[in-house]
């Protein structure tokens, strides 16, 4: 089946180290994304990436820092300056880039130890 | 850039009756107007979507219109039930090679 898997689903990070979300899609998307969900906040944008080798900072990169080596993966690493990190992590990913229909993972939850 | 407005936060209503739920959006370059459901623990789907050139739309229960003179558009169930219970977000966008801009949700309870 195809879809876009993320992992880990929880996730714990102590303070001063830098964590590394897993994002991997096999729908052949060209677009992929990284959204930020806090209770009331709605989808906060935080990097996506159209094409391989080549991503944009979303809204709230500070922080955060992606790559983009492969068109199936897009992991985001949550460094030690993003000091509020604790958050559910959406990845998304679209056959073409802001116009067509997103598909989700079910989303990894980052918690500070 | 974009910013999208989106009432209620909070829905409560009784099973049989009509939900509806608004979204403003301040770039009038934006044509694509989707909405996504929600669910507990999940990663959100999408319900419907709207582009530009059309006024309205519908599936099953479930409507959009958009109005862009105004620069709103809005959701509409009609007889919801239980399941219907969810976080529901609205969200614009202005071209390909962008990304969606999201509201901050609604939730919406139903009860029987």
């Known amino acids: 089946d195809g879809g876009i898997t993320q992992s880990p689903k929880y996730l714990f990070r102590k303070e001063g180290q830098n964590v590394t979300l897993s994002c991997e899609q096999n729908?052949?998307?060209?677009?992929m994304y990284w959204y930020r969900q806090d209770p009331g906040q709605g989808l906060r944008l935080i990097y996506y990436s159209q094409i391989v080798n080549d991503f944009q900072k979303g809204d709230i990169a500070e922080g955060y820092s992606v790559s983009r080596e492969k068109k199936e993966s897009f992991p985001l690493t949550v460094t030690s300056a993003q000091k509020n990190p604790t958050a559910f992590y959406l990845c998304a990913s679209s056959m073409q880039g802001g116009i067509e229909k997103l598909f989700f993972g079910s989303g990894t939850q980052l918690s500070v130890l | 850039g974009e910013n999208v407005e989106q009432h209620p936060s909070t829905l409560s209503v009784q099973e049989g009756d009509s939900a509806v739920i608004k979204c403003t959006y301040s770039d009038s370059a934006s044509n694509y107007f989707p909405w996504y459901k929600q669910e507990l623990g999940k990663g959100p789907q999408l319900i419907i979507d709207i582009r530009s050139n059309v006024g309205e739309k519908k599936d099953q229960r479930i409507a959009v219109t958009l109005n862009k003179t105004a620069k709103h558009f809005s959701l509409h169930i009609t007889e919801t039930q239980p399941e219907d219970s969810a976080v529901y977000f609205c969200?614009?966008?202005?071209?390909?090679?962008?990304?969606?801009?999201f509201g901050k949700g609604t939730t919406l309870s139903v009860s029987s």
């Open positions: 969200a614009a966008s202005i071209e390909a090679g962008t990304a969606l801009i």
């Open positions: 729908l052949n998307h060209d677009a």
